[in-house]
């Protein structure tokens, strides 16, 4: 009989790739075991593997459960192996379940074997490696296992990826709008709880805490037989069940409040979650780096505290938190450090003469600056009289390089191409705008459009919200030449990959970045096409995730292609904050994008080149769209 699995093995790969002796050797090693009923074999996360299956012969498939739902993934084809993954990168714990159907016939031999085999010759780990890396871009479940591997086994919690569902208070006490100050006292009393929600004709309208009773019933004196509406916080701010721990925090810190109301799909209040359920529950770092920021009497603190964020960072990739939210703390960092700023200049060079916004442009202002960043800014005020005009345009000039310098100092960088607002061109009113982008639109040209495309990802910063949105319904009115569009996809569709025809990395030949490519312009790919689908759509999103979020909601993009680029860039945007602390904290220098591929795991190289493939095949999509040609 080991003659005949001999055979078997010779015609099946990975085992094709060994040499002849070896494959004798497993020969006389197998296993046959057979199954007459249909029967889950292996649990995922729970099962662990003492040998390798190989299906000879049946129907078998690898699945996943979500909240007991069976989720095939697909059927195992004869000679397929299971369980060598599992063995390799999960301690022989399954990472997906085994289900068999009727009479199925498997070839199993020892994992040590298959271990040994993996260890002395590379062609064969590696096919396991390059099947890791085809399966984590699809699936969650072998994308998960990267993050996990990461993280510090001993930690119990990752910060960004809870959900709120893990720390909310989902008994929700409310009272009716009319009901007595001292009624919802009673009742926050008898539940022990340090908040109420108001309830008006079906729908909660605000919110009354502990601290509404201090500073608004007892030190206001006011009389406990008034409406509780009297003293209640409105609107009331709420987040969905399902957002992250994170968002919540964000949130809580952007609208300057303690509480938020928790709603489910059809708007309902299903809980209250406050700060310090939040920070008791899931540590202190974003709400002490804002709240010391927002507290800071000069630009040197802030500086100091900036400094500190690298290390933060290291710590949080290393808790496993996505690189989405890893992005969003940085934004909600930077932003609050530039509104800091901003009130910094005001208080010394006076109150502004017209209403004024400061925005924030190419990575910051898609909510996508790493720890290698400069700045790209710029000033838009209201339109004034002719006569009012010089003065108003010095004064935001002024603004803008009190601003500017203070961030350059803060850690922020000037700007290599002077795309800042204390650059003149820069700091302008709404009506030279408006004008920048219909002469940009109208006049485009492939070599103009390299230059300007930063603007097109502009996000309110600080000032007079209204001016920004005034200007993006104006640029989105003026996208009916179509040339402008055609341009930007000739420049994206002729972008090149850092990987070569062979699956060869494409590396820097000399220079300081020798051996090494650049993991920035691999993802600008994405930034680039989902911009112009962005812009095309009047989507007024800037962050490249969820302009593909929204795009594949307009069904603009299909879902395969939804899933490939928000993973792939995702998976390159934690690549490349892993590579910058690095450099910062182990090599002691400065953050830079470039990445030397060898001293990157296997599976990290495979998982990139299938990165590579994928996001190539999306310029086939990009081409017939807006250029006609495939």
């Not at 040499?19 to 075991?33: D, F, G, R, S, Y």
């Not at 009727?102 to 040590?112: G, Q, S």
């Amino acid at each position: 009989m080991s003659q005949d699995y001999f055979v078997f093995l010779s015609k099946t790969e990975p085992f094709s790739f060994l040499p002849e002796e070896e494959i004798k050797h497993i020969a006389e090693l197998i296993q046959v075991e057979l199954f007459n009923e249909k029967k889950i074999l292996f649990l995922q996360g729970i099962s662990r593997l003492e040998k390798i299956y190989i299906l000879k012969e049946g129907k078998a498939e690898r699945f996943y459960e979500d909240i007991d739902k069976k989720k095939v993934a697909c059927a195992l084809h004869q000679g397929e192996v299971f369980g060598g993954i599992s063995i390799l990168l999960n301690e022989s714990v399954v990472i997906r379940s085994l289900g068999i159907q009727d009479r199925t016939c498997f070839y199993t031999f020892p994992k040590n074997v298959f271990i040994s085999l993996c260890d002395k010759y590379e062609a064969f780990k590696y096919h396991f490696i390059t099947i890791f890396g085809q399966r984590m871009l699809a699936d969650k479940t072998y994308s998960n296992l990267i993050a996990n591997k990461r993280r510090d086994k001993d930690q119990s919690i990752q910060f960004f990826s809870n959900s709120i569902s893990s720390v909310i208070r989902k008994n929700v006490l409310f009272c009716g709008a009319n009901n007595s100050i001292k009624d919802a006292a009673i009742l926050m009393k008898q539940h022990r709880c340090g908040s109420i929600l108001i309830k008006q004709d079906g729908r909660f309208i605000g919110i009354a805490t502990d601290q509404d009773f201090r500073n608004k019933v007892v030190a206001a004196e006011l009389k406990s037989s008034n409406p509780i509406s009297d003293i209640m916080s409105s609107p009331l701010i709420s987040i969905p069940e399902h957002s992250s721990v994170f968002e919540a925090f964000i949130k809580i810190m952007k609208a300057e409040v303690k509480h938020l109301a928790v709603i489910n799909n059809e708007n309902d209040a299903i809980g209250v979650i406050s700060n310090s359920d939040l920070i008791n529950a899931q540590g202190k770092l974003p709400f002490l780096f804002i709240t010391e920021i927002n507290n800071a009497a000069s630009y040197e603190e802030i500086s100091k505290k900036q400094k500190q964020l690298p290390q933060s960072i290291y710590i949080l990739i290393n808790e496993g938190a996505k690189a989405q939210n890893v992005n969003n703390f940085l934004t909600a960092i930077t932003d609050t450090i530039l509104e800091k700023l901003i009130k910094f200049a005001l208080q010394e060079i006076g109150p502004p003469p017209a209403r004024f916004a400061f925005m924030v442009m190419g990575s910051e202002g898609r909510k996508e600056q790493t720890l290698k960043t400069d700045q790209d800014n710029a000033i838009i005020f209201e339109d004034v009289g002719e006569e009012k005009l010089e003065s108003a345009h010095a004064y935001f000039l002024k603004l803008g390089e009190h601003v500017c310098n203070m961030l350059d100092k803060t850690g922020y960088d000037f700007c290599p191409g002077d795309i800042m607002a204390k650059n003149p061109k820069w700091c302008q009113p709404v009506s030279k705008w408006k004008k920048y982008f219909k002469g940009w639109i109208d006049n485009a040209s492939p070599e103009s459009l390299l230059q300007i495309s930063i603007f097109f990802d502009f996000r309110f910063g600080y000032g007079d919200i209204s001016l920004v949105h005034e200007l993006r319904e104006h640029l989105f009115d003026s996208f009916g030449n179509r040339k402008f569009f055609r341009y930007m996809a000739e420049n994206t569709s002729y972008f090149r990959l850092p990987i070569g025809f062979f699956g060869n990395f494409i590396v820097e030949s000399k220079g300081k970045f020798k051996n090494t490519f650049d993991i920035k312009r691999a993802m600008m790919f994405v930034v680039d096409f989902v911009r112009i689908y962005a812009l095309q759509n009047r989507i007024s999103a800037t962050n490249t995730i969820e302009r593909l979020e929204l795009l594949y909601k307009k069904n603009i993009i299909s879902e395969s292609d939804y899933n490939d680029l928000s993973q792939s860039y995702s998976y390159m945007m934690n690549l490349r904050f892993i590579n910058q602390i690095h450099g910062i904290i182990n090599e002691g220098g400065e953050p830079n994008n470039n990445i030397n591929p060898k001293k990157l795991s296997k599976i990290e190289q495979q998982t990139l080149k299938e990165i590579f493939k994928k996001i190539e095949k999306t310029k086939t999509k990009l081409q017939l769209d807006f250029l006609g040609v495939v």
